[in-house]
């Protein structure tokens, strides 16, 4: 699903150039958060083996939610003279890398308050638990929050649709290296070292396309440092109106009572009534999912969905 | 996807609707495998005049009746015999078969290992409720181990079929198992055996929750359903040791499918290459 | 028996073969496109030689797993519109009852022969009997009218098994051709003239499908059937049905099909009916005989004559139903009647039934052997003179 978000830049846009996280006594903490699937590790796994590099001890950690695409996945990256704990304790990242909308603004607390970089693609993957209900075209649970409203309460902000740069590059999984040349400008490493350390990583095949997407990343960054702040478009809310009106045809001749339909819906929304026929009894609840219809061993419930225009005439 | 002919789909213009509603028991699962069978038929597009339903006795076998196309209600086990000489007969004609599981494998095994050993293009369903459910509920050859029946009060001793097994075994060129519960899958399964060139099989898992459910205190027909889904295994997953299935799961979805000749095809050509020969 | 036609010129048209190739090429000529069968001594050959000629007509051979896949293969291709046939011996004969009731009572036309060999049970495969006269008509459960024809040759195996697809298909019912194994196996010259025999065909459902019922007997009692692929979507059932074909337990609905279907082949006894009677008019003793038996009897009858005694055969060549007038007819001056017969005394019950009164005496063979000439030619001498 496109995302509705395009490129947003952020309103307030700090003045002072970039924080650039260095080679400094203390550790530098990166956290690379996303949805399964989207490239969290890859990112962790170049910025680790860069700093390696580049003569850091680098720890990097992380947690693969449950290894299934869809779920969350987070990746902390520290690196400096000397590291000790594995993770970064909440409150000291330094720069947060998000490759997903809300998965980015579930991490911001871990974010050191006022200094804390934020990097974030404005793609939204919406979890199928996000959905109030099941109804097509129903509201979603899916965080409200503008890039605007973020970036008032971080040091520095970028909110940057990596998804769509990397769609136009032709590869949309290429996003997280969009990404990775957007954290490239705030440390001290060369982008040359960046560039070999990328195209290690990534299959031959894809090199010059992820070489693309890192120096767009990059650009945009350093584009988005000189120009004027653009202006910050609100997400648009999901529209909530169903593409259809659900209408259930139930035969009384035909049902036996047998109550599939009342148990098997997922919705729950069928009882059997004082005859022991079934009748929808929440028709505001019901998906047209149709489970009802398909489980019916008597072929009486039919499930319609009729279109707005129908509707209309 | 496979559901995108759910909207366009009414099964009420597939059935004789003078015959409604069926005299299936509540909650019998064999009404949901006959809407998977006509939306199968439906996403065929078969032309029901030439579409011939050939079933057997038991309740499945009464299917036949309430499908608005060819049909015929013969005897106990022998509606894969009838079939093959209606559709030797008749190659332009789309022949299935509805059985259960006593009249496929007990009364009519001799006919199923043969049906599937010559190949002749024919689908039979075979709706598996693990009962004979109109004589009243007595052991069928499915019936699993330690089950109660009217013929097993001690509980069943005897091992039971793996139809399946036995019809790939027997050299069928298209086996497949589903449970009713899967609606859509199982629609797609017949739709795959309707399609395939030789004899397909299809096991459907049904329930008998009047009878066979009450009489081992299996509860509702949602539970029973709910029962099988959760003892089955899709194919797919048929390869790969870390998943949720157990290791006695019944597979379900295609388990075989070869391309062996088909044998009506294979008659009539050596019919022809003799004429050749010999005019 | 029947003579042949010295006119038929044709190079296939007089031809020395058995009984049992005969009824293969009868069934090739009267349009029998679908054979299923089993092995079986002593019916095998009529198999073998379809399975050879009928892929040359575009027809249909197929072995089945045994001898009730055959019967139900066989219905199964004539539901679907092809005259189709099935042979075997009494073993089989049994084992395929049930689906012949099915026939009757679904009233799909088709044919079965039974080369009748010695029983009970496995018996003398090898050796003839006339055993099957009561399984025949009686075999399959319920009550169900069928026809069953008795050839006695070779030539009239022929004929007879062109007329018995020709009354399935008027009549939609099975038909049952029974002789026994000599003449099965037995070899004379036939003259195949039934290619140019204009067989008779079923009667197919025509008009719009809201009108027609599929079990509607109409004028003649014989409902025109709806073949697959002409738009009439019927069902059809072993269970006892409406003039819809649909189920029903209605006792009217049962009483009226069922008198239908009895009554179905009562008005057509002017098409199934055939008999012959030999010197019958003026005979003292009527030999009533079918198959082997009859031929025998001829041979008896002649001898008798010579000897001056007036003795006379009535032979029923369609058995069932039975030609009950015919025989009170041939014997309305007998006073004696004479079944020789290769069982214990199955015709003998019938003829007892029907010449009710009359004096009637068997003369039994079961031994697996003809029965000879002179010994009816004894017996019925030795009646005619009183003893």
Excluded at chain 1, 25 to 31: E, F, G, Q, T
Excluded at chain 1, 53 to 68: C, I, P
Excluded at chain 1, 149 to 167: L, N, P, Q
Excluded at chain 3, 31 to 55: D, H, K, V
Aim: glycine fraction near 8%; aromatic fraction near 6%; hydrophobic fraction near 40%.
């Amino acid at each position: 699903m496109r995302d509705p978000v395009t490129t947003v830049r952020p309103a307030a846009w700090p003045k002072t150039p970039a924080l650039k996280v260095g080679p400094a006594d203390d550790a530098c903490n990166v956290l690379i958060v996303g949805v399964g699937g989207q490239g969290v590790i890859m990112v962790s796994k170049v910025l680790a083996l860069l700093a390696q590099s580049q003569g850091f001890e680098v720890k990097q950690s992380e947690v693969h939610g449950m290894a299934k695409r869809g779920g969350s996945v987070f990746s902390h990256v520290r690196f400096g003279k000397r590291v000790w704990s594995p993770t970064i304790p909440k409150g000291d990242v330094d720069i947060l890398v998000a490759l997903e909308w809300a998965e980015g603004l579930r991490w911001l607390p871990f974010l050191k308050a006022g200094s804390g970089i934020f990097i974030c693609d404005t793609k939204r993957i919406v979890p199928p638990f996000a959905c109030l209900n099941r109804k097509p075209g129903a509201p979603m649970r899916y965080s409200k929050e503008t890039p605007a409203e973020v970036v008032a309460h971080v040091g520095e902000a970028y909110a940057i649709d990596a998804t769509d740069m990397a769609e136009q590059l032709g590869n949309e999984r290429a996003a997280n290296v969009v990404l990775l040349g957007a954290l490239s400008t705030a440390l001290d490493f060369s982008s040359t070292d960046w560039e070999r350390t990328v195209a290690e990583f990534v299959p031959k095949k894809t090199i010059p396309v992820n070489l693309e997407a890192f120096r767009r990343g990059r650009g945009w960054i350093e584009d988005a440092r000189t120009s004027t702040p653009a202006v910050d478009v609100p997400a648009p809310t999901p529209a909530t109106a169903a593409p259809y009106r659900i209408r259930l045809d139930i035969n009384p001749a035909w049902c036996k009572s047998c109550d599939i339909c009342v148990k098997m819906c997922p919705e729950r929304c069928l009882i059997l009534n004082a005859e022991r026929i079934a009748e929808l009894a929440a028709p505001d609840k019901c998906t047209g999912c149709r489970l009802c219809e398909w489980l019916c061993p008597d072929f009486a419930i039919r499930v319609n969905l009729d279109a707005p225009e129908a509707l209309a005439r | 996807m496979y559901i995108e002919t759910a909207a366009d789909f009414d099964v009420t213009d597939y059935l004789r609707k003078e015959m409604m509603p069926h005299f299936l028991c509540p909650g019998c699962g064999h009404g949901i495998a006959l809407r998977a069978l006509l939306w199968a038929i439906h996403d065929l597009g078969l032309d029901r005049d030439k579409l011939a339903v050939v079933s057997g006795i038991g309740c499945a076998g009464r299917l036949s009746a309430y499908i608005d196309a060819n049909t015929f209600h013969v005897t106990h086990g022998r509606p894969l015999a009838y079939a093959t000489g209606l559709a030797l007969a008749r190659p332009d004609l789309h022949v299935v078969v509805i059985t259960g599981d006593g009249d496929c494998l007990a009364i009519g095994g001799n006919h199923l290992i043969h049906a599937c050993r010559r190949n002749l293009k024919l689908t039979c369903l075979m709706l598996n409720n693990e009962v004979y459910g109109m004589t009243g509920g007595q052991v069928s050859p499915t019936t699993s181990e330690t089950r109660l029946t009217t013929t097993t009060p001690l509980g069943n001793q005897e091992p039971h079929f793996d139809a399946c097994a036995l019809a790939t075994a027997a050299g069928a060129g298209f086996v497949g198992r589903e449970v009713t519960h899967h609606v859509p899958k199982l629609k797609e399964l017949i739709k795959a055996g309707l399609e395939h060139p030789g004899f397909a099989f299809v096991e459907v898992l049904s329930d008998c929750t009047e009878i066979f459910g009450r009489k081992n205190d299996m509860g509702s027909s949602s539970d029973m359903m709910m029962r099988q889904k959760s003892e089955i295994r899709p194919s797919a997953y048929l390869d790969t040791v870390d998943t949720p299935f157990r290791s006695n799961a019944l597979p379900t979805g295609v388990l075989t499918r070869n391309d062996r000749p088909e044998y009506g095809a294979a008659y009539r050509q050596a019919a022809s290459a003799r004429a050749g020969t010999s005019s | 028996m029947n003579a042949i036609d010295p006119t038929l010129t044709g190079k296939n048209a007089v031809k020395l073969i058995s009984g049992n190739h005969a009824c293969a090429l009868g069934a090739i000529a009267a349009g029998c496109r679908f054979f299923a069968g089993y092995p079986i001594t002593p019916s095998s050959e009529i198999a073998e030689r379809l399975a050879r000629s009928l892929p040359e007509v575009d027809g249909v051979f197929v072995q089945m797993e045994d001898e009730i896949a055959s019967i139900a293969a066989v219905i199964g291709a004539s539901m679907g519109g092809v005259k189709a046939m099935t042979a075997t011996s009494g073993p089989g004969f049994s084992l395929k009852q049930e689906n012949i009731g099915y026939a009757a009572g679904a009233e799909i036309p088709c044919v079965i022969v039974n080369v009748m060999r010695g029983g009970p049970s496995t018996g003398m495969p090898t050796r003839p009997s006339q055993a099957d006269i009561m399984q025949a008509r009686w075999g399959s459960h319920g009550d169900y009218p069928i026809i069953v024809l008795t050839p006695a040759s070779v030539s009239e195996i022929y004929s007879e098994t062109i007329r018995a697809f020709d009354l399935a298909e008027q009549c939609r019912t099975p038909v049952v051709l029974l002789y026994d194994q000599v003449i099965a196996q037995l070899s004379e010259t036939v003259a195949l003239d039934g290619a140019g025999h204009a067989s008779a065909t079923r009667k197919w459902a025509s008009g719009p499908r809201a009108d027609y019922k599929p079990y509607d007997g109409g004028s003649d009692a014989i409902p025109a059937m709806a073949k697959p692929g002409d738009g009439y979507r019927t069902h059809t059932t072993g269970l006892t049905h409406g003039e819809d074909g649909f189920p029903t337990q209605n006792p009217e609905a049962v009483t009226r099909n069922l008198s239908r279907l009895f009554s179905k082949l009562e008005r057509h006894r002017d098409l199934i009916d055939s008999s012959e009677a030999l010197h019958c008019d003026d005979a003292d003793v009527v030999i009533v005989a079918i198959g082997i038996s009859a031929r025998a009897a001829t041979r008896a009858v002649e001898q008798c004559r010579a000897q001056g005694a007036r003795v006379g055969l009535f032979r029923p060549i369609t058995f069932w139903p039975f030609p009950e007038m015919q025989l009170r007819q041939a014997t309305a001056n007998a006073r004696a009647v004479l079944v020789p017969e290769m069982n214990t005394g199955q015709l003998r019950l019938v003829v007892e039934r029907v010449l009710a009164g009359m004096p009637v005496e068997g003369i039994h063979l079961f031994s697996g052997e003809a029965i000879a000439p002179s010994d009816i030619a004894a017996r019925a001498t030795a009646l005619a003179r009183g003893a």
